[in-house]
Protein backbone atom coordinates (compact mmCIF):
# COMPACT_ATOMS: atom_id res chain seq x y z
CA UNK A 1 0.00 0.00 0.00
CA UNK A 2 1.87 3.45 -1.19
CA UNK A 3 1.93 5.62 2.30
CA UNK A 4 0.30 8.24 1.02
CA UNK A 5 -2.95 6.10 1.23
CA UNK A 6 -2.25 5.09 4.60
CA UNK A 7 -4.23 6.17 7.85
CA UNK A 8 -2.32 7.29 10.42
CA UNK A 9 -2.80 4.15 12.47
CA UNK A 10 -1.57 2.36 9.63
CA UNK A 11 1.35 4.49 9.70
CA UNK A 12 2.39 3.55 12.89
CA UNK A 13 1.84 -0.39 13.04
CA UNK A 14 4.07 -0.05 9.90
CA UNK A 15 6.84 1.82 11.84
CA UNK A 16 6.77 -0.23 15.17
CA UNK A 17 6.73 -3.18 12.61
CA UNK A 18 10.08 -1.55 10.89
CA UNK A 19 11.57 -1.10 14.57
CA UNK A 20 10.74 -4.39 15.44
CA UNK A 21 12.59 -6.30 12.37
CA UNK A 22 15.23 -4.22 12.58
CA UNK A 23 16.12 -4.85 16.58
CA UNK A 24 16.20 -8.32 15.28
CA UNK A 25 18.60 -7.54 12.12
CA UNK A 26 20.40 -6.10 15.02
CA UNK A 27 20.43 -9.04 17.56
CA UNK A 28 21.30 -11.21 14.69
CA UNK A 29 24.59 -9.67 13.10
CA UNK A 30 26.00 -8.95 17.02
CA UNK A 31 25.16 -12.93 17.95
CA UNK A 32 26.56 -13.59 14.23
CA UNK A 33 29.38 -11.60 15.18
CA UNK A 34 29.57 -12.88 18.77
CA UNK A 35 29.74 -16.82 17.49
CA UNK A 36 32.86 -15.57 14.40
CA UNK A 37 34.84 -14.32 17.28
CA UNK A 38 34.30 -17.46 19.44
CA UNK A 39 34.89 -19.56 16.77
CA UNK A 40 38.26 -17.99 15.72
CA UNK A 41 38.92 -18.78 19.21
CA UNK A 42 38.36 -22.22 19.53
CA UNK A 43 40.51 -22.35 15.66
CA UNK A 44 42.89 -20.83 17.38
CA UNK A 45 43.07 -22.85 20.72
CA UNK A 46 42.87 -26.19 18.00
CA UNK A 47 45.94 -24.43 16.28
CA UNK A 48 48.09 -24.11 19.08
CA UNK A 49 46.92 -27.32 20.94
CA UNK A 50 50.24 -29.46 21.25
CA UNK A 51 47.78 -32.56 20.55
CA UNK A 52 46.89 -33.51 17.27
CA UNK A 53 43.66 -32.91 16.17
CA UNK A 54 42.28 -33.98 12.37
CA UNK A 55 39.01 -34.89 10.61
CA UNK A 56 39.86 -37.77 7.89
CA UNK A 57 37.22 -39.38 5.45
CA UNK A 58 36.10 -42.92 5.35
CA UNK A 59 38.68 -43.93 3.65
CA UNK A 60 41.70 -42.24 5.42
CA UNK A 61 42.04 -39.61 3.78
CA UNK A 62 42.95 -36.48 5.94
CA UNK A 63 40.49 -33.17 5.81
CA UNK A 64 42.08 -31.15 8.35
CA UNK A 65 44.23 -31.23 10.82
CA UNK A 66 45.78 -28.41 13.25
CA UNK A 67 49.55 -27.54 13.36
CA UNK A 68 50.76 -30.27 15.98
CA UNK A 69 49.16 -33.18 13.65
CA UNK A 70 51.29 -31.26 11.14
CA UNK A 71 54.36 -31.85 13.29
CA UNK A 72 53.15 -35.32 14.61
CA UNK A 73 53.14 -36.64 10.77
CA UNK A 74 56.54 -34.68 9.63
CA UNK A 75 54.26 -31.64 7.71
CA UNK A 76 55.31 -28.21 7.59
CA UNK A 77 52.04 -26.90 7.09
CA UNK A 78 48.82 -28.10 6.20
CA UNK A 79 48.72 -28.05 2.30
CA UNK A 80 50.99 -30.46 2.65
CA UNK A 81 48.32 -32.77 4.12
CA UNK A 82 46.63 -32.79 0.92
CA UNK A 83 46.05 -36.12 -0.39
CA UNK A 84 47.61 -37.66 2.18
CA UNK A 85 45.80 -41.01 3.49
CA UNK A 86 46.75 -41.20 7.37
CA UNK A 87 46.77 -45.33 6.56
CA UNK A 88 49.86 -44.94 5.00
CA UNK A 89 51.72 -43.35 8.20
CA UNK A 90 50.53 -46.56 10.30
CA UNK A 91 53.02 -49.21 10.72
CA UNK A 92 51.01 -51.57 11.07
CA UNK A 93 48.43 -50.59 7.59
CA UNK A 94 45.94 -53.40 9.17
CA UNK A 95 45.35 -51.53 12.80
CA UNK A 96 43.69 -48.59 10.63
CA UNK A 97 41.64 -51.82 9.11
CA UNK A 98 40.77 -52.69 12.86
CA UNK A 99 39.93 -49.31 13.55
CA UNK A 100 37.23 -48.75 11.02
CA UNK A 101 35.66 -52.41 11.51
CA UNK A 102 35.79 -51.42 15.43
CA UNK A 103 34.38 -47.90 14.28
CA UNK A 104 31.23 -49.75 13.01
CA UNK A 105 30.39 -51.25 16.19
CA UNK A 106 31.94 -48.20 18.53
CA UNK A 107 31.25 -44.96 18.27
CA UNK A 108 34.85 -44.00 20.50
CA UNK A 109 37.95 -45.65 21.02
CA UNK A 110 40.69 -45.26 22.68
CA UNK A 111 44.16 -46.77 21.53
CA UNK A 112 48.05 -46.89 21.08
CA UNK A 113 49.79 -47.62 17.86
CA UNK A 114 53.20 -47.12 16.42
CA UNK A 115 53.05 -44.31 13.62
CA UNK A 116 55.50 -43.76 10.74
CA UNK A 117 56.27 -40.03 10.14
CA UNK A 118 57.20 -38.52 6.34
CA UNK A 119 61.18 -38.43 7.80
CA UNK A 120 60.47 -42.73 8.28
CA UNK A 121 60.86 -41.83 12.15
CA UNK A 122 58.82 -43.89 14.35
CA UNK A 123 56.64 -42.96 16.71
CA UNK A 124 54.42 -44.18 19.48
CA UNK A 125 51.01 -42.54 19.30
CA UNK A 126 47.71 -42.83 21.63
CA UNK A 127 44.84 -42.04 19.50
CA UNK A 128 41.22 -40.73 20.75
CA UNK A 129 38.82 -41.54 17.63
CA UNK A 130 34.87 -40.33 17.17
CA UNK A 131 32.76 -41.67 13.99
CA UNK A 132 30.24 -39.52 12.44
CA UNK A 133 27.85 -41.90 10.17
CA UNK A 134 25.82 -40.77 7.38
CA UNK A 135 21.71 -40.16 7.57
CA UNK A 136 20.62 -42.36 5.11
CA UNK A 137 22.87 -45.12 6.23
CA UNK A 138 24.93 -46.60 9.04
CA UNK A 139 28.15 -46.07 7.31
CA UNK A 140 31.21 -44.02 8.01
CA UNK A 141 31.07 -40.54 6.90
CA UNK A 142 33.88 -39.01 8.84
CA UNK A 143 36.27 -39.69 11.30
CA UNK A 144 37.37 -36.98 13.71
CA UNK A 145 40.64 -37.83 15.99
CA UNK A 146 43.08 -36.69 18.62
CA UNK A 147 46.66 -37.97 18.51
CA UNK A 148 48.89 -37.39 21.48
CA UNK A 149 53.03 -38.23 21.20
CA UNK A 150 53.41 -40.80 23.56
CA UNK A 151 56.97 -42.13 22.41
CA UNK A 152 58.66 -41.11 25.22
CA UNK A 153 56.52 -42.55 27.77
CA UNK A 154 56.58 -45.89 25.97
CA UNK A 155 60.72 -45.85 25.52
CA UNK A 156 60.77 -44.79 29.40
CA UNK A 157 58.49 -48.21 29.70
CA UNK A 158 60.54 -49.90 27.68
CA UNK A 159 63.77 -49.16 29.18
CA UNK A 160 62.49 -49.71 32.41
CA UNK A 161 60.71 -53.09 31.25
CA UNK A 162 64.40 -54.06 29.67
CA UNK A 163 66.37 -52.85 32.71
CA UNK A 164 64.73 -55.45 34.78
CA UNK A 165 65.53 -57.98 32.10
CA UNK A 166 68.58 -57.36 32.32
CA UNK A 167 69.73 -57.20 35.67
CA UNK A 168 67.35 -60.14 36.10
CA UNK A 169 70.08 -61.25 33.54
CA UNK A 170 72.84 -60.05 35.12
CA UNK A 171 71.85 -61.55 38.71
CA UNK A 172 72.18 -64.82 37.12
CA UNK A 173 75.38 -64.46 35.65
CA UNK A 174 76.56 -63.40 38.83
CA UNK A 175 74.73 -66.68 40.33
CA UNK A 176 76.39 -69.26 37.78
CA UNK A 177 79.84 -67.35 37.57
CA UNK A 178 80.64 -67.83 40.87
CA UNK A 179 79.10 -71.67 40.92
CA UNK A 180 82.12 -73.77 41.69
CA UNK A 181 81.39 -75.85 39.00
CA UNK A 182 83.32 -75.25 35.36
CA UNK A 183 83.40 -72.07 34.05
CA UNK A 184 83.21 -72.63 30.50
CA UNK A 185 79.88 -74.10 30.87
CA UNK A 186 78.85 -71.10 33.09
CA UNK A 187 79.89 -68.56 30.23
CA UNK A 188 77.82 -70.24 28.25
CA UNK A 189 74.88 -69.88 30.31
CA UNK A 190 75.22 -66.26 31.10
CA UNK A 191 75.68 -65.26 27.72
CA UNK A 192 71.93 -67.11 26.96
CA UNK A 193 70.99 -65.25 29.93
CA UNK A 194 71.87 -61.91 28.86
CA UNK A 195 71.19 -62.05 25.26
CA UNK A 196 67.85 -63.01 26.01
CA UNK A 197 67.08 -59.98 28.41
CA UNK A 198 68.28 -57.40 25.59
CA UNK A 199 67.60 -58.92 22.23
CA UNK A 200 71.15 -59.99 21.32
CA UNK A 201 71.60 -61.98 18.07
CA UNK A 202 74.86 -63.24 18.75
CA UNK A 203 77.30 -63.24 21.97
CA UNK A 204 80.69 -63.97 22.73
CA UNK A 205 83.51 -63.65 25.41
CA UNK A 206 86.74 -63.56 23.77
CA UNK A 207 90.27 -63.83 25.55
CA UNK A 208 92.79 -61.29 24.15
CA UNK A 209 95.58 -62.25 26.74
CA UNK A 210 98.17 -65.38 26.39
CA UNK A 211 96.36 -66.90 29.34
CA UNK A 212 93.37 -68.33 27.66
CA UNK A 213 94.57 -71.50 27.89
CA UNK A 214 94.92 -71.40 31.74
CA UNK A 215 91.01 -71.78 32.16
CA UNK A 216 89.67 -72.86 28.86
CA UNK A 217 90.08 -75.87 27.14
CA UNK A 218 88.77 -73.98 23.65
CA UNK A 219 90.08 -70.95 21.88
CA UNK A 220 88.80 -68.55 24.77
CA UNK A 221 85.61 -67.80 22.10
CA UNK A 222 82.23 -68.92 22.78
CA UNK A 223 79.36 -68.09 20.51
CA UNK A 224 75.47 -67.89 20.98
CA UNK A 225 73.01 -67.75 18.57
CA UNK A 226 69.56 -66.54 19.09
CA UNK A 227 65.76 -68.23 18.77
CA UNK A 228 65.52 -66.33 15.70
CA UNK A 229 68.23 -67.79 13.19
CA UNK A 230 71.17 -66.58 12.78
CA UNK A 231 74.06 -68.21 10.99
CA UNK A 232 77.35 -69.17 13.28
CA UNK A 233 80.13 -67.74 12.07
CA UNK A 234 82.78 -70.18 10.35
CA UNK A 235 85.42 -68.57 12.22
CA UNK A 236 84.08 -68.06 15.45
CA UNK A 237 87.48 -65.84 16.34
CA UNK A 238 88.10 -61.91 17.06
CA UNK A 239 89.41 -62.29 13.19
CA UNK A 240 85.64 -61.26 12.63
CA UNK A 241 85.61 -57.51 14.40
CA UNK A 242 87.86 -54.69 13.53
CA UNK A 243 89.94 -55.01 16.89
CA UNK A 244 93.18 -53.80 15.21
CA UNK A 245 92.25 -51.91 12.27
CA UNK A 246 94.51 -48.77 11.81
CA UNK A 247 93.52 -45.76 12.63
CA UNK A 248 94.41 -42.64 14.89
CA UNK A 249 92.69 -44.99 18.22
CA UNK A 250 91.51 -48.97 17.51
CA UNK A 251 89.09 -50.18 19.47
CA UNK A 252 92.21 -52.43 20.90
CA UNK A 253 93.68 -49.17 22.67
CA UNK A 254 90.57 -48.09 23.49
CA UNK A 255 89.18 -51.27 25.08
CA UNK A 256 92.54 -50.68 27.38
CA UNK A 257 91.73 -47.53 28.31
CA UNK A 258 88.39 -49.51 30.16
CA UNK A 259 86.08 -47.87 26.92
CA UNK A 260 82.84 -49.50 25.66
CA UNK A 261 82.74 -50.00 21.95
CA UNK A 262 79.12 -49.55 20.56
CA UNK A 263 76.64 -48.09 17.79
CA UNK A 264 75.49 -48.83 14.58
CA UNK A 265 78.10 -49.98 12.09
CA UNK A 266 77.42 -46.91 9.93
CA UNK A 267 78.42 -44.72 13.04
CA UNK A 268 81.57 -46.31 12.59
CA UNK A 269 85.20 -45.75 10.22
CA UNK A 270 84.83 -46.97 6.63
CA UNK A 271 86.97 -49.82 7.09
CA UNK A 272 85.28 -51.03 10.65
CA UNK A 273 81.63 -50.34 9.00
CA UNK A 274 82.60 -52.58 6.30
CA UNK A 275 84.30 -55.31 8.34
CA UNK A 276 81.06 -55.06 10.80
CA UNK A 277 78.40 -55.73 6.87
CA UNK A 278 80.76 -58.14 5.95
CA UNK A 279 79.73 -60.28 9.00
CA UNK A 280 76.14 -59.24 8.98
CA UNK A 281 76.36 -57.32 12.00
CA UNK A 282 73.95 -53.94 12.18
CA UNK A 283 75.06 -52.99 15.56
CA UNK A 284 77.16 -53.87 18.31
CA UNK A 285 78.17 -53.55 22.15
CA UNK A 286 81.58 -54.72 23.38
CA UNK A 287 82.82 -54.18 27.03
CA UNK A 288 86.16 -54.88 28.29
CA UNK A 289 87.12 -57.91 30.59
CA UNK A 290 89.80 -56.80 32.99
CA UNK A 291 91.96 -59.32 35.24
CA UNK A 292 94.00 -57.69 38.20
CA UNK A 293 94.03 -54.30 36.20
CA UNK A 294 95.11 -55.17 33.07
CA UNK A 295 93.22 -56.02 29.86
CA UNK A 296 92.19 -60.19 29.58
CA UNK A 297 89.54 -59.93 26.91
CA UNK A 298 86.51 -58.94 25.79
CA UNK A 299 81.88 -59.61 25.85
CA UNK A 300 80.20 -58.56 22.96
CA UNK A 301 76.89 -58.20 21.38
CA UNK A 302 75.44 -58.04 18.03
CA UNK A 303 72.66 -57.12 16.19
CA UNK A 304 72.22 -58.72 13.42
CA UNK A 305 68.81 -57.55 12.51
CA UNK A 306 68.56 -54.07 13.02
CA UNK A 307 70.32 -50.60 13.44
CA UNK A 308 69.33 -50.69 17.06
CA UNK A 309 70.85 -48.12 19.53
CA UNK A 310 71.94 -49.64 23.45
CA UNK A 311 69.75 -48.06 25.90
CA UNK A 312 71.60 -46.66 28.70
CA UNK A 313 70.60 -49.36 31.36
CA UNK A 314 72.07 -51.88 29.05
CA UNK A 315 75.29 -50.55 28.82
CA UNK A 316 75.25 -50.12 32.76
CA UNK A 317 74.28 -53.73 33.01
CA UNK A 318 76.70 -55.62 30.40
CA UNK A 319 79.51 -53.55 32.06
CA UNK A 320 78.38 -55.25 35.19
CA UNK A 321 78.60 -58.44 33.85
CA UNK A 322 82.12 -58.04 32.70
CA UNK A 323 83.25 -56.99 35.77
CA UNK A 324 81.23 -60.07 37.69
CA UNK A 325 83.35 -62.10 34.56
CA UNK A 326 86.47 -60.85 35.61
CA UNK A 327 85.87 -61.47 39.06
CA UNK A 328 84.68 -65.07 38.64
CA UNK A 329 88.02 -65.65 36.24
CA UNK A 330 90.11 -64.30 38.90
CA UNK A 331 88.37 -66.28 41.51
CA UNK A 332 89.18 -69.53 39.02
CA UNK A 333 92.57 -68.61 38.64
CA UNK A 334 93.27 -68.14 42.59
CA UNK A 335 91.35 -71.38 42.86
CA UNK A 336 93.29 -73.16 40.39
CA UNK A 337 96.78 -71.30 42.25
CA UNK A 338 95.40 -72.94 46.02
CA UNK A 339 94.73 -76.27 44.21
CA UNK A 340 98.23 -76.89 42.32
CA UNK A 341 100.10 -75.52 45.43
CA UNK A 342 98.00 -77.97 47.22
CA UNK A 343 99.54 -81.08 45.11
CA UNK A 344 102.87 -79.40 43.84
CA UNK A 345 106.02 -79.95 45.22
CA UNK A 346 107.22 -75.83 45.24
CA UNK A 347 110.89 -76.32 45.29
CA UNK A 348 110.66 -78.74 41.95
CA UNK A 349 107.42 -78.19 40.20
CA UNK A 350 107.28 -82.25 40.21
CA UNK A 351 104.01 -83.44 42.31
CA UNK A 352 103.97 -83.52 45.72
CA UNK A 353 103.30 -86.55 48.71
CA UNK A 354 99.57 -85.26 48.24
CA UNK A 355 99.20 -85.04 44.66
CA UNK A 356 101.21 -88.50 44.23
CA UNK A 357 98.69 -90.11 45.85
CA UNK A 358 95.81 -88.69 43.94
CA UNK A 359 97.19 -89.85 40.65
CA UNK A 360 98.24 -92.86 41.73
CA UNK A 361 95.29 -94.33 43.03
CA UNK A 362 93.45 -92.66 39.74
CA UNK A 363 96.09 -94.96 37.72
CA UNK A 364 95.81 -97.95 39.84
CA UNK A 365 92.11 -97.93 39.45
CA UNK A 366 92.67 -97.62 35.61
CA UNK A 367 94.70 -100.39 35.13
CA UNK A 368 92.03 -102.59 37.10
CA UNK A 369 89.99 -101.44 34.16
CA UNK A 370 92.76 -102.29 31.17
CA UNK A 371 94.02 -105.35 32.68
CA UNK A 372 97.54 -103.64 32.67
CA UNK A 373 100.45 -103.26 34.87
CA UNK A 374 102.16 -100.11 36.50
CA UNK A 375 105.91 -100.10 37.29
CA UNK A 376 106.57 -97.98 40.44
CA UNK A 377 110.17 -96.92 41.22
CA UNK A 378 110.96 -95.51 44.71
CA UNK A 379 114.33 -92.84 44.56
CA UNK A 380 116.43 -92.03 47.46
CA UNK A 381 119.20 -89.92 46.63
CA UNK A 382 122.56 -90.44 48.19
CA UNK A 383 124.82 -88.08 50.45
CA UNK A 384 122.28 -85.23 50.39
CA UNK A 385 123.06 -85.05 54.39
CA UNK A 386 126.47 -84.76 52.88
CA UNK A 387 126.53 -81.55 51.07
CA UNK A 388 123.98 -79.79 53.42
CA UNK A 389 126.49 -80.35 55.97
CA UNK A 390 129.57 -79.55 53.88
CA UNK A 391 128.31 -77.43 50.99
CA UNK A 392 125.32 -76.04 52.11
CA UNK A 393 121.44 -75.84 52.29
CA UNK A 394 122.14 -73.98 49.10
CA UNK A 395 124.02 -76.41 47.34
CA UNK A 396 121.63 -78.86 49.12
CA UNK A 397 118.75 -77.49 47.28
CA UNK A 398 120.39 -77.23 44.50
CA UNK A 399 120.96 -81.59 44.44
CA UNK A 400 116.96 -82.05 45.12
CA UNK A 401 116.34 -79.85 41.76
CA UNK A 402 119.02 -81.50 39.70
CA UNK A 403 117.75 -84.81 40.69
CA UNK A 404 113.98 -83.91 39.52
CA UNK A 405 115.49 -82.51 36.13
CA UNK A 406 117.19 -85.81 35.74
CA UNK A 407 113.95 -87.70 36.86
CA UNK A 408 111.77 -85.58 34.35
CA UNK A 409 113.99 -86.80 31.41
CA UNK A 410 114.03 -90.08 32.31
CA UNK A 411 110.23 -90.68 32.81
CA UNK A 412 108.08 -89.94 29.74
CA UNK A 413 105.58 -87.26 29.80
CA UNK A 414 103.13 -89.92 30.11
CA UNK A 415 104.68 -91.02 33.04
CA UNK A 416 104.18 -89.91 36.96
CA UNK A 417 106.87 -87.97 39.13
CA UNK A 418 106.73 -86.87 42.19
CA UNK A 419 109.13 -85.40 45.12
CA UNK A 420 107.09 -87.12 48.33
CA UNK A 421 109.79 -86.19 50.99
CA UNK A 422 113.06 -84.58 51.86
CA UNK A 423 115.53 -86.81 49.49
CA UNK A 424 112.85 -88.95 48.24
CA UNK A 425 111.17 -88.86 44.65
CA UNK A 426 108.68 -91.56 43.32
CA UNK A 427 107.77 -92.86 39.55
CA UNK A 428 105.03 -94.92 37.87
CA UNK A 429 105.62 -96.15 34.21
CA UNK A 430 102.57 -96.01 32.89
CA UNK A 431 101.58 -98.46 29.68
CA UNK A 432 104.85 -99.65 30.19
CA UNK A 433 106.28 -102.72 28.18
CA UNK A 434 109.21 -103.62 30.88
CA UNK A 435 109.72 -106.06 33.06
CA UNK A 436 110.42 -105.37 36.39
CA UNK A 437 112.09 -101.68 35.67
CA UNK A 438 115.29 -102.27 34.28
CA UNK A 439 115.32 -100.06 31.35
CA UNK A 440 114.14 -97.02 33.43
CA UNK A 441 117.31 -98.14 36.03
CA UNK A 442 119.18 -98.09 33.44
CA UNK A 443 118.10 -95.01 31.75
CA UNK A 444 118.33 -92.97 34.87
CA UNK A 445 121.87 -94.40 35.62
CA UNK A 446 122.31 -92.88 32.20
CA UNK A 447 120.92 -89.68 32.28
CA UNK A 448 122.73 -89.30 35.93
CA UNK A 449 126.02 -89.73 34.12
CA UNK A 450 125.21 -87.79 31.57
CA UNK A 451 124.43 -84.67 33.81
CA UNK A 452 127.48 -84.87 35.87
CA UNK A 453 129.75 -84.82 33.18
CA UNK A 454 128.19 -81.59 31.76
CA UNK A 455 127.19 -79.78 34.50
CA UNK A 456 129.97 -78.50 36.63
CA UNK A 457 128.75 -79.08 40.13
CA UNK A 458 130.62 -79.11 43.27
CA UNK A 459 128.62 -82.10 43.81
CA UNK A 460 127.84 -85.90 42.17
CA UNK A 461 124.09 -86.73 41.73
CA UNK A 462 123.30 -90.54 42.36
CA UNK A 463 120.32 -92.25 43.64
CA UNK A 464 119.48 -95.31 44.94
CA UNK A 465 116.46 -97.24 43.39
CA UNK A 466 113.51 -99.90 44.64
CA UNK A 467 111.42 -101.37 41.70
CA UNK A 468 108.23 -103.18 42.27
CA UNK A 469 104.90 -103.96 39.72
CA UNK A 470 101.51 -103.38 40.39
CA UNK A 471 99.28 -106.50 39.11
CA UNK A 472 95.35 -105.65 38.60
CA UNK A 473 95.14 -109.02 40.18
CA UNK A 474 96.75 -108.10 42.97
CA UNK A 475 94.70 -106.94 46.27
CA UNK A 476 97.03 -104.69 47.59
CA UNK A 477 96.91 -101.29 48.25
CA UNK A 478 99.27 -97.93 47.49
CA UNK A 479 100.66 -97.63 50.41
CA UNK A 480 101.81 -101.65 50.74
CA UNK A 481 103.19 -101.06 46.86
CA UNK A 482 105.28 -97.71 48.28
CA UNK A 483 106.57 -100.11 50.96
CA UNK A 484 107.37 -102.78 49.10
CA UNK A 485 109.29 -100.32 46.97
CA UNK A 486 110.88 -98.63 49.64
CA UNK A 487 112.32 -101.58 50.94
CA UNK A 488 114.11 -102.74 47.80
CA UNK A 489 115.55 -99.29 47.20
CA UNK A 490 117.05 -100.04 50.97
CA UNK A 491 118.29 -103.16 50.13
CA UNK A 492 120.06 -101.57 46.84
CA UNK A 493 121.14 -98.79 49.12
CA UNK A 494 122.76 -100.74 52.24
CA UNK A 495 124.65 -103.30 49.42
CA UNK A 496 126.16 -100.58 47.61
CA UNK A 497 127.23 -98.81 51.13
CA UNK A 498 128.89 -102.64 51.74
CA UNK A 499 130.22 -102.69 49.00
CA UNK A 500 132.11 -99.26 48.97
CA UNK A 501 132.60 -100.51 52.66
CA UNK A 502 130.61 -97.31 54.02
CA UNK A 503 129.28 -97.83 57.34
CA UNK A 504 125.10 -98.56 57.12
CA UNK A 505 123.13 -95.41 58.66
CA UNK A 506 120.29 -93.88 57.19
CA UNK A 507 121.18 -90.41 55.32
Known amino acids: MNPEDMSREQLIDELKELKKVSKENEAYFKL ?12 TIFSYLP ?26 NLIELNDINLKDHYNNPRKFEELQRRLLREQNINEEFQ ?4 DKKKLWIHTYSHAIYCDESEDIKFIYGVFIDITERKNFEREL ?13 AEQLLKDSQLEQNITEMLDSISFAIGASRAYVSCMSAEKNDFFKSDGIFLWTNIIHVDKLQDASMDNLPIYIDSEKNWHERLKLGETIFGTCDEFSEKESSMLKKNGIFSILIVPVF ?23 ELFAIRTAANILGAAIERTKMMNRLQMMS ?14 MILANQQMKMSSRRKSKLIFIFIDMDGLKWINDNLGHKDGDQAICDMAEVLQITFRDSDIVARIGGDEFVGIAIDSVEHGGTTIKERLNT ?11 PFHLSASVGVTSYDHEESCNLDELLTRADNLMYEEKKKRKQKRGEKITPD
Open 291 to 313: LEGSLWGIMGFEDCFDKRHWEAA
Open 32 to 43: KEKYADLLQKYI
Open 161 to 173: RRSGLVLEGVSFA
Open 343 to 356: VTDEMTGLSNRRGF
Open 115 to 118: LIRT
Open 447 to 457: VTKEFNSKEKR
Open 51 to 76: VGIFRIDAKGYILEGNDAFCEILGYE
